[in-house]
């Protein structure tokens, strides 16, 4: 019998392409082209003899061949990438590290050195790995496993990772407005959304950020204003870079890692609210993992006093 010509890469387009049911997206997720994607997909039906999708307007379903092939290679994948955590141990791992990721825009003292301080006390012959990253980067990091755990923002969350990503609440803090020292609203004692009618906000992509801009529209909605957009930014560390019009602003919150900067003013708005979220796998039981995520549960009841999640 002839070999397939089927690379890893193929396979991980379309269980991607899976996850989404979508082409566009599993692209923006791996950081390819549609049509890359698309071929990819393709040519893998051409090689297996089979149609693995059936498309309906602009969303794919698995077929029944899909289905089988799909769920085959996740167990595949699965045993590889537990072979990859194997070879971290030559690289400086060991097979008792927790490997946490945490957004590059995030202040590491609010959460993630507490909470590694706090685990490692706690379990001193277990370790942590840190990695600080984009949003995106980390999500694409704890689908393949190279990750155990992230550290992100709700705005960031896409409903399509539930299935597959525990997702909770550990810590909550009201949105700010960062803006220049010169914006009429830098005197106010107490800002409200509706303060912010007449300004122009700087903002995040929808690839990046995708929950980002629609949790602005909401808030500014009820005050029946549709935000103004200054500017459209690739990173969120370069919107303070960018923070140039007396009458810019952009929102963030408290875990913002320049929160406090001396050279802006920073205000609470009222009445708003955003969260940072822990997510894992529901799959990963590494025992490092569980006890780590309990430890993270135990540090927050004894910082609030029974209360589910800190407060900034």
Avoid at 173 to 199: I, T
Avoid at 243 to 261: A, M, Q, S
Wanted: net charge positive; charged share 25%.
């Amino acid at each position: 019998m002839m070999p397939y010509n089927i690379s890893l890469q193929q396979i991980r387009y379309f269980l991607t392409a899976s996850e989404f049911q979508n082409i566009s997206q599993a692209a923006e997720y791996m950081h390819t082209s549609q049509s890359t994607i698309s071929k990819s997909i393709a040519l893998l039906e051409k090689n297996l003899g089979v149609s693995l999708f059936r498309r309906e307007k602009k969303k794919l379903y698995l077929t029944e061949a899909g289905e089988r092939v799909a769920r085959k290679w996740r167990e595949g994948l699965n045993f590889i990438f537990e072979g990859i955590d194997e070879a971290r141990l030559f690289s400086g791992g060991s097979e008792t590290t927790v490997y946490v990721g945490v957004l590059d825009t995030h202040n590491p003292n609010l959460m993630v050195l507490p909470a590694t301080t706090f685990f490692q006390k706690r379990f001193p012959k277990y370790e942590t790995f840190v990695e600080n990253a984009r949003g995106c980067d980390m999500v694409r990091h704890l689908f393949h496993r190279k990750l155990d755990v992230i550290f992100r923002i709700q705005y960031d969350i896409s409903e399509w990772q539930k299935d597959v990503v525990m997702q909770e609440n550990v810590a909550q803090s009201p949105l700010v407005a960062c803006m220049n020292r010169k914006n009429p609203l830098a005197h106010k004692q107490n800002l409200s959304w509706s303060d912010l009618r007449k300004c122009r906000f700087i903002v995040g992509t929808a690839s990046r950020m995708p929950h980002y801009l629609p949790m602005i529209e909401r808030y500014c909605g009820r005050e029946g204003f549709s935000p103004v957009i200054s500017k459209v930014v690739d990173c969120a560390n370069s919107m303070i870079y960018n923070l140039k019009g007396d009458t810019e602003v952009f929102i963030c919150d408290k875990f913002w890692r320049d929160y406090g900067n001396d050279g802006y003013v920073w205000k609470t708005i009222q009445n708003s609210c955003g969260w940072l979220m822990m997510e894992y796998r529901r799959d990963n039981d590494k025992p490092e993992v569980e006890k780590f995520i309990t430890s993270v549960h135990d540090m927050i009841l004894d910082r609030t006093g029974g209360e589910p999640v800190i407060k900034l």
